[in-house]
């Protein structure tokens, strides 16, 4: 069984425009016709905010909804480890999609006989001091219970203009791994993980070491790149989506 990753979609509701948004459902379609069952892994920041209200869902995802529904129902498994854009993410997106959802802040699972660590990444490592310490209190059940009373319309544009400023800090392009974020990572290998796989930065890199391989997901605003595992090799491999054709070049960049 192969397993497929990305991050960081960050999906705008269809009235506007997405530079990535046709692409995903393309490759989303694409791996519905052209491969057999596997694990589909969405590692953060699918949409570029989520919130769930008891009697309003959000509207304008319905072609995305509807896609992760269609390889739910050829079998195959869809899990979602919510980010940092939408970790308000719940019951209606999972029977929307038949994804799994997954809460905690990174998943550790053997693949292949590999021990792989899955995350989004945000509030890993020394940095993000400010951010670390909201993290907590943003996904505390009061503060989601206080959000809630607020009108969907108010609640979303509140919302929409923070993800603003923090897309604006995210997207600038980086050529290299944090080094708080850096040395979680090589703490990681040393307590015996073999394979790290995350998003969060935006920046798409595959790195190989001696003590294991660190794969950056890269996003689908500017990049549209994924990482496949296969199922005979075990071997993470970062690819290029492009125009409804997967891209055979290997990691895109390594280091």
Known sequence: MDRYF????HLFPERESHPGRDKFISFLNYLHDSHDSGEFWILGDLFDFWFEYQSVVPSGYERSLSALRSLSDKGWKVHFLPGNHDFWVGKHFEEATGATIHLEDYLTLEMNGKRVLLAHGDGLGSGDVGYRLLKPVLRSGTSKFLFRLLHPDVGTFLARRFSDTSKRILRRDLDSIPSG???WINDKFDEGIDIIIMGHTHLDTVKRS?????VSLGD???RFT?????NGTGQPELLTYSHGISNSQREKREQ
């Open 181 to 183: 974020l850096q040395n």
């Open 220 to 222: 689908w605003l500017t």
């Open 210 to 214: 001696k003590t294991g391989i660190y």
């Open 6 to 9: 990305l991050s960081d979609v």
């Open 226 to 230: 994924y990482c496949r595992m296969n």
